[in-house]
């Protein structure tokens, strides 16, 4: 089985600019999870995504949000960019059919976003 | 809200050595606790999990235990080797489908 996958893998913007990351999770996973990894505040949980719906979120503002298709591929999106927004965004697909449970999470290469 | 810590922040030891790393998390209600490897601006890489159930895991040179009761975990590492330098994050899984991290271990292992 291919693993999860993230496009773009590296991307520059400005302050200002919005962004949007993709995330294609393995084959028969409907759960897709989104954090954020920055050196000062290590990595936090953005939300989840099951069957086109948010299912958990994070503490983060509405400049980030998210959607999921009815292939289970997910794309993030960051309004309004500022400096604080660079960081390692990683993409994370489970099987998880409930809110809760022991199922493992598979974290994909991730992407690294600069903002200029 | 669960908080995980990971002791030492950073860690050098010679090639050859065995070595512990330390996570702590506060809220026992957990799923499953993993560990994760993470190479310089790479992703994470699995190593370990624990399922709530189980007191330990193993594989190869790495054996990961679990104790519930006391919010702890350890990773072990035997014979350490200058590629098993990265930084080493534990992770739980508690309440809702999220991992709460730790800050992780920067191992260095000098050959």
């Known amino acids: 089985k291919a693993g999860v996958t993230q496009t773009p893998r590296y991307l520059i913007k400005t302050r200002g600019q919005q962004v949007t990351l993709s995330c294609s999770p393995i084959s028969g996973h409907r759960s897709v999870s989104w954090y954020q990894q920055t050196p000062g505040q290590g990595l936090q949980f953005l939300f989840e995504y099951f069957s086109e719906t948010q299912r958990n979120k994070g503490n983060f503002p509405g400049r980030f949000s998210g959607r999921q298709f009815s292939n289970s591929r997910s794309e993030m999106n960051v309004s309004t960019l500022e400096l604080g927004d660079s960081a390692l965004y990683l993409c994370?697909?489970?099987?998880?059919?409930?809110?809760?449970?022991?199922?493992?999470?598979?974290f994909g290469p991730g992407t690294r976003l600069l903002v200029l | 809200k669960q908080e995980v810590t990971q002791i030492p922040a950073a860690l050098s030891v010679p090639e050859g050595e065995n070595l512990v790393l330390n996570c702590s998390f506060t809220d026992s209600a957990i799923y499953n606790l993993q560990w994760f490897r993470q190479d310089p601006g790479k992703g994470l890489t699995s190593l370990l999990l624990i399922q709530s159930s189980q007191r330990e895991q193993t594989s190869g040179r790495l054996n990961a235990s679990l104790d519930k009761s006391s919010g702890r975990s350890t990773l072990y590492i035997a014979a350490s080797q200058p590629g098993d330098s990265a930084t080493y994050l534990c992770a739980v899984k508690s309440g809702a489908n999220n991992l709460f991290f730790g800050t992780g271990t920067r191992l260095t292992v000098i050959p």
């Open positions: 994370a697909s489970s099987y998880s059919r409930t809110s809760g449970g022991p199922e493992t999470q598979y």
